[in-house]
């Protein structure tokens, strides 16, 4: 039983380049996030998937595609790597369909862009 | 404005004092839930607590402890008898009702032996 895990754990990409990120859950939780962690800045949210099949945009969307085509996984897409999206990532998931169930966070993503 | 402020950047105690993490929350919906997220210089983010708007009991779970007061807005966390090992960042975060997840920028705890 794995929980929430992210593919990278690590990345350095160059201005321009393309990435996905993969969040994996085995734990068979409806809701997924992500969100992106700055410097005195908390966590933000990007996007979110309240069940397989659907994506909604988070408080700082741009830059950034999400798809859930699974219930298990939930990728964040980069289509063209700007140095502003350097940052570390987490995803998170929630059990039940409530917007204040308990949230339960992956190990992270640091992504540096050059 | 529904906002999580943190106002203690940095706070480094010695081993074993207590020390007081301050959490002030604006919300204007009369339902909503408090967290408390720790993470340790791994980088996880380890859930600790979830409280909902209609319970202002405190709670004690080990060392830990949490004052939740309506009438100030605030949801502040207690470490008693502090350890190295609580030498993390601390989130606060607040779930509205009609909105989602958000965190407060957190505020590092160092703890010196």
């Known amino acids: 039983n794995a929980g929430v895990t992210q593919t990278p754990k690590f990345r350095v990409l160059k201005t321009g380049q393309s990435m996905t990120l993969l969040c994996a859950q085995d734990?068979?939780?409806?809701?997924m996030y992500w969100y992106r962690q700055d410097p005195g800045m908390g966590l933000r949210l990007i996007h979110y998937?309240?069940?397989?099949?659907?994506?909604a945009k988070g408080e700082v969307p741009d830059g950034y595609n999400v798809s859930r085509l699974k219930k298990q996984n939930f990728l964040l897409g980069l289509e063209s790597a700007a140095p502003s999206q350097t940052s570390v990532y987490f995803c998170?998931?929630?059990?039940?369909?409530?917007?204040?169930?308990?949230?339960?966070f992956g190990p992270g993503t640091r992504l540096l862009v050059l | 404005a529904q906002k999580v402020t943190q106002a203690q950047t940095e706070i480094s105690v010695v081993e074993k004092e207590d020390v007081t993490l301050d959490c002030v929350y604006e919300?204007?919906?009369?339902?909503?839930?408090l967290f408390w997220y720790k993470q340790p210089p791994s980088g996880e983010l380890v859930f600790l607590i979830r409280?909902?708007?209609?319970?202002?009991q405190n709670e004690i779970s080990g060392r830990y402890s949490w004052n939740f007061q309506k009438s100030t807005s605030s949801f502040n966390f207690t470490i008693t008898a502090s350890q190295v090992v609580d030498s993390a960042v601390y989130f606060c975060?607040?779930?509205?009702?009609?909105?989602?997840?958000?965190f407060g920028t957190g505020t590092r705890l160092q703890v010196f032996p």
């Open positions: 998170a998931t929630a059990e039940f369909r409530r917007e204040q169930e308990t949230q339960y």
């Open positions: 734990m068979n939780h409806e809701y």
């Open positions: 998937s309240v069940g397989e099949g659907t994506t």
């Open positions: 919300t204007r919906d009369t339902t909503y839930y």
């Open positions: 409280r909902n708007s209609f319970d202002e």
């Open positions: 975060a607040l779930a509205p009702n009609t909105d989602k997840l958000i």
